[in-house]
């Protein structure tokens, strides 16, 4: 679709303005201007100036970011087809969507997340010349039984479900490698054994909402009436699921079927009649799903208001420096949604974070799941597991949680796996490239003459050969003794992060891999000289955010996982 003409958005803006209507009916004033505003700084860098979603970052994201100016949206309570409500983009702005990049807003005012709600209709004609249905009746909660949860299997099964999402729910059904959305790009289905976050939201009434209206833009068609009010003779002998189900389960399928009554009954059936046996089975259909996590975590949270990280104070920070120190045991632990920034079939959703300090100095204990120890990143085909802890410069700006941008600066500290290992060991040819020939250099190596491996394990302390240029120079990757497994960086935006310098590592770090979870410590003072690195003080509200990269999964650079802005405060006492 073109861009909204100025006459368009002049035209919409007048329209909008002033009209937001409260669901207890109070009209409450709205700002298309403070919208675009709004807009610009935080929304922009993804879904672009246009709404086209063409944003700088969108070239890092997967699933990419939202068109706007289609005027289709994923999630609403307004039935297939329909324009969503306002409340239904409300929604997302405040809970995000889980397994995308898009981020919980809730930290903005309900007031600034309204401005930007009638901002975004500006972008498509389609809210100037139609208005949103009536939403769906979603009625009361049934129980969630295990008799129901077994229907619900029944349902999945005979309306197709297990095509997309796999018998298990794990979303490897055989269709799933295939599909695409309504622009033509690749789109898995969602995997119900991980941990419930799902993206149009985790309640059974948000599920019950999406099944109800399916996915907009997506091959997730809605389950209405006239989908789930069938009679028991339209799916023949189920000779289509073996193979795929047991011969056990398609038993039991054919055995609740026939409690499902024929089609000549259903047309009997009135209007009411239909929808309650409609709305039986969609019931039935949610609670089965979410009998599929087989993560055994509890559903995680997006939002940013209700995972507040306070410090707790310590005698001394020096003592909580290994990983798993006693002390750590009494320190408050606080789970932290991860935003996968590309499509994974195997995502790490949580961070625990544990903060201590003793007034100088603080330390930020940082734990997740992880299954494979990737920590041997020696050539551009192997990647390695990190992590890395980001603050504003300016603590009472508000920048991009992707790195800053160019009007406020970040100060990154990241650790590298492979950094750590090298602490104990230098790594070189030898390990990159077990078995293989490498190149000789005839230098005189500790005073005496014998050709040596380039930096092998057992002499890499002791070589100083001049003509090593890195060594020379200063390079932090070349660093041959004490050297830190953390990382002193700086950014203002995609693109243009900095290191300190050897000069400027003054942040110290550990990481351990142990039982599938790796454990970091990061520590630093408050303080700082550093003309680069972020002051802190005590009794204070200081913007943190996270990220995580999984080097089995060839995370590097961009690709990774991270937390949104989070406020840490970190205690005197």
Request: proline share 5%; glycine share 8%.
């Amino acid at each position: 679709m073109k861009t909204p003409s100025l006459s368009f958005v002049l035209t919409a803006s007048l329209i909008f303005y002033g009209l937001w209507t409260s669901v207890s009916g109070q009209t409450q004033d709205v700002s298309v201007e403070r919208g675009r505003q709004l807009y610009e700084k935080f929304c922009a860098t993804c879904h672009g100036v246009d709404g086209k979603g063409e944003g700088s970052a969108a070239v890092y994201l997967l699933p990419k970011p939202r068109d706007f100016t289609s005027g289709v949206f994923k999630f609403q309570s307004t039935p297939s087809g329909s324009l969503p409500r306002d409340e239904d983009l409300l929604r997302t702005l405040e809970n995000g969507m889980p397994g995308t990049a898009m981020p919980a807003w809730d930290r903005l005012t309900e007031q600034a997340q309204k401005n930007l709600v009638v901002f975004l209709k500006t972008f498509s004609e389609k809210f100037v010349e139609n208005k949103p249905e009536d939403p769906i009746s979603i009625g009361n909660e049934p129980e969630a039984t295990a008799d129901r949860i077994r229907k619900g299997k029944t349902i999945f099964a005979l309306s197709g479900c297990w095509m997309c999402h796999g018998t298990t729910g794990a979303g490897d059904g055989p269709s799933s490698k295939n599909m695409v959305d309504d622009l033509g790009r690749p789109i898995p289905p969602y995997n119900f054994t991980r941990a419930a976050a799902f993206k149009g939201g985790s309640t059974p009434r948000d599920i019950y909402r999406t099944f109800s209206t399916g996915i907009g833009g997506t091959p997730m068609p809605a389950y209405g009436e006239d989908a789930l009010a069938v009679g028991r003779e339209s799916f023949g002998d189920l000779s289509n699921l073996q193979g795929s189900y047991s011969s056990v389960e398609i038993s039991e399928f054919k055995k609740y079927l026939k409690e499902w009554p024929k089609q000549s009954a259903l047309d009997k059936m009135s209007v009411e009649e239909r929808k309650k046996l409609a709305d039986e089975r969609r019931w039935s259909l949610v609670y089965y799903v979410l009998s599929l996590s087989k993560s055994g975590k509890s559903p995680i949270s997006y939002t940013t208001l209700n995972h507040e990280l306070v410090s707790s104070f310590v005698p001394d920070v020096a003592a909580v420096a290994d990983p798993f120190s006693m002390n750590w045991n009494n320190v408050k632990e606080v789970e932290l949604a991860l935003i996968s920034l590309w499509q994974r079939d195997t995502p790490i959703d949580r961070v625990s974070v544990k903060v201590v300090s003793d007034g100088k100095e603080i330390a930020l204990r940082l734990e997740w799941e992880d299954p494979t120890k990737d920590d041997g990143a020696l050539h551009d085909s192997k990647f390695g597991d990190a992590a890395a802890v980001q603050f504003p410069m300016d603590i009472t700006s508000d920048p991009f949680f992707g790195m800053g941008d160019t009007s406020f600066a970040v100060n990154i500290w990241q650790w590298k796996s492979w950094w750590e290992t090298d602490r104990v060991g230098f790594s070189g040819i030898n390990s990159a490239f077990p078995k293989n020939a490498a190149d000789l250099y005839l230098f005189d190596i500790a005073g005496r003459s014998t050709a040596e491996y380039f930096v092998s394990k057992d002499s890499a302390k002791n070589l100083s050969m001049t003509w090593n240029a890195g060594w020379g120079s200063g390079n932090i990757l070349s660093v041959q003794s004490d050297k830190p497994s953390v990382e002193d960086l700086n950014a203002r935006g995609f693109g243009t992060l900095t290191t300190q310098g050897t000069a400027g590592q003054n942040v110290r770090g550990r990481g351990t891999w142990k039982n599938g979870k790796w454990t970091v410590v990061f520590t630093r003072t408050l303080a700082s000289d550093e003309p680069n690195d972020v002051v802190m003080k005590t009794d204070q509200k200081i913007p943190v955010a996270l990220a995580i990269w999984d080097g089995s999964l060839a995370d590097r650079n961009g690709q990774k996982m991270v937390t949104n802005w989070y406020k840490l405060t970190i205690s005197s006492k």
